[in-house]
């Protein structure tokens, strides 16, 4: 790629001494390469990358991505985007992190259920276990997220709360179900009040909202994650390209958004700008809220060197998805990198998105 073609495509670095600047388009066209490269050779079969530093930005389709706007299904990005939307109504004073989760959800109680608390759930220390026991019948019959929510409240814990940190889609479940009942709203509408309008998230949906499932980029079903199905023929009504799961917004990882998008929504974060959350709400789901010893979690957040790519700072905050995708901010660097990639995340190792990821914070360490 030519630095005519980059500067092109949206982004030159052109502050600090020419070597740095050098170096910084060095690093862009590395990544550039590494999904150009993916993409050709049909590894990847749909990519886009979008970057921003300061004010300067760059973005990217590949593929079969039809535009730099292709929607794609973010996985856990989910999570935080799902998250945030609860969030308003803790800003509301709806409810306090130490609030016990059964003030809610009154039938969580027993088995210590009733130590939960809601910082618990958002921050993966609940006990409770990322799938279900009986995740694959449940979609299998297309369950509603209510009859999910139910299965979570009676699913056995694994730990007390607090104690262990213990990566929990159901937890997050549980948590959008008290955003509900708090809201009297579903959480797919919830979220595109209180996120993607403010934001001006035009090409995002919490399930299919008013798509259609064609405008979406199909995922790679080869080495898919076991709670879609792994790629089983006979999962193809329920797995991740299936209408029904499309459709059903789950809140762990129902959520489709262009990279562009989600480079909005880290934005809201990394500069806390208030069009969603005050500053200091903000700043809350970013830190770590885990004790010495427990794996640092924000609130529906990762955060820590872990939450980026190599190089990233301490006070980095991002997600990646099973899907594919990858996404953080370093407010250190003031930079964010979104990689939406349709090749599931245990396909291959090292995977696409790390490797282009990887390059885009070594370009502005």
Known sequence: MTRRSFIQGGLAFGLGTPVLAALRRERMDEAVEI????TGNGQVAAAVLHVVQGTDSFTRSFGKAASADAMFLLGSISKPISMTALMTLFERGEFKLDDPVRKFLPDFVGDHRDEVTMRHLLTHTSGLPDQLPD???????????????????????????GSKYQYSSMAILLAARVAERISGTEIRTL?????????????????????????????????????????????????????????????????????PDIGKF????????GACLKPETSRL????????????????????????????????????????????????????????????????KPHPRDLAANAIAASVR
């Open 135 to 161: 995740n694959n019948e449940l979609r299998s019959k297309h369950a509603p997220l209510s009859e999910f929510a139910e299965h979570a409240m009676r699913t056995p814990r694994q730990f007390r709360p």
């Open 191 to 259: 979220v595109e009040r209180a996120v993607f309008q403010p934001l001006q998230m035009q090409h995002s949906a919490q399930g299919l909202g008013r798509f259609k499932l064609e405008s979406m980029v199909s995922c790679q079903t080869d080495h898919a994650a076991p709670e879609s199905g792994a790629g089983d023929p006979k999962a193809k009504d329920w797995d991740w390209n299936s209408l029904w799961w499309r459709q059903f917004g789950a809140p762990w990882g129902g959520t489709h958004a262009s990279a």
């Open 285 to 348: 789901m970013v830190r770590n809220h885990n004790p010495p010893g427990v794996t640092p979690r924000g609130l529906g957040w990762n955060v820590g060197v872990a939450a980026g790519s190599k190089g990233c700072s301490e006070k980095t905050f991002g997600h990646t998805g099973s899907t594919g995708t990858i996404a953080w901010a370093d407010p250190v660097t003031r930079t964010l990198c979104v990689v939406l990639t349709s090749l599931p995340a245990q396909a291959v």
């Open 35 to 38: 999904l150009t490269q993916a």
């Open 266 to 273: 880290l934005a809201e974060f990394l500069h806390e700008a």
